[in-house]
């Protein structure tokens, strides 16, 4: 499988190539040459296939000619290493819990995958940088934990994140420094942008990015679709809608990706907050980005949706054939808190406020019935969104095993101003 990049289509990369870029120098996202279909029997007996075999099959066309097959096993099996289960909520509407891996977030199976991926076929050490306001920095640093060859720099805006946050990130030690910079998240984001259009920087240093703009966090996250759609025919059910909280467009981009190879997804919903641009697009066919605004699903608040371009591609930028297979759904936040009551109050189940949005897009379709299940996919564990799952259900929800372990120890990070020259001077001194 080859790649182009979304800015220059006539111009090919091999995935290890793609990889170690991260963004393509003409700013662009690379992108597939192709979608392979994946085989009629295969599609057909989904259900009686294990999550390592279905993970495998998928993923195997688009690294095959960069990893071999004992090594993808390997990264398949690393990578789906914990739980994908599908819990009913209320008739015909399942949720897919994304968050029973190591730092209970969707994005724990891109950040573990793209970690052994490039280390299988980086040519030299590699140096990822990311910028976070939380979830990404947590599981990219606790993906690349103590792989051999790769050393992770991450920046965070001090006392802009939450204390559990900031101590995923700052506790770990080994290869993963932590950075604290005096400003807010934009200021980190920039930072690291010109720590990759630095020139003589990169003559030195082998910098690549682990956001989902990188090939090898974004397509994986195409295996939790097709695990779903096994499950759902489990239970009985023969047709799928997924609902999927939506910033930058990388999780439901992979899932329609999915569907292109073959996976019957009967339609896709994207769901927001009031950073709305993608519903607005799919509703009028004008792509107007903006700025964000700040909500309680903050995870999602991105106005300029990075993997849009993919999307875009997937469609060959037809307005017309994406809305036959997309949707878009909103609320705000005050809706979204009223979701989540309600739907502990009638169905006990806790809702966090990304998945939140999405479980009530399903409820309002119209499109569930008991031959078509609709699965909301819940991207985080609402713990992780303590302070505001607490007040909007009156509960006192406890923290699971797994972060509190955390909260106990000891943090360790790098304070630095907000200055690309301070950063420059840091890498330069302490890499090679
Ligand atoms: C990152 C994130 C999202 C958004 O995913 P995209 O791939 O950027 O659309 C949604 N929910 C949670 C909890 C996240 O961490």
Redesign the pocket.
Known sequence: MRYYSTNSKDQFLNFGEAVEEGLAPDNGLYFPESIPKLSQEFIDNLHNYSKEEIGIEVIRNFIKDDISEEEIKRIVRETLDFDFPLKEVSKDIFSLELFHGPTM???DVGARFMSRSLRAVAKKDSIVLVATS???GSAVANGFYKIPGIQVVLLYPSGKISKIQEMQLTTLGENITAIEVDGVFDDCQSIVKQAFLDDELNKKLSLTSAN?INVARWLPQSLYYFLAVAEARRQGFDEVVFSV????????TAGMIGARMGLPVKHFIAATNMNKVVPDYLNTGIYNPSPSVPTI?N??D?GA?S?FVRLSELYGGSHEKISEDLSGYFLTDLETKKVMKDCYKSHNYIL?P?GAIAYDALLNSGLTNDKTCGIFLE??HPAKFKDIVDEALDIDLPLPEKLKEIVGKEKVSIKMDNNYGAFKAFLSKNYK
């Open positions: 977030a969707f994005k939380g979830d990404t989902s909280p939506s910033g930058n467009f990388g999780n439901i699903s995870a999602m991105v949706p993997n966090d990304h991207t985080a």
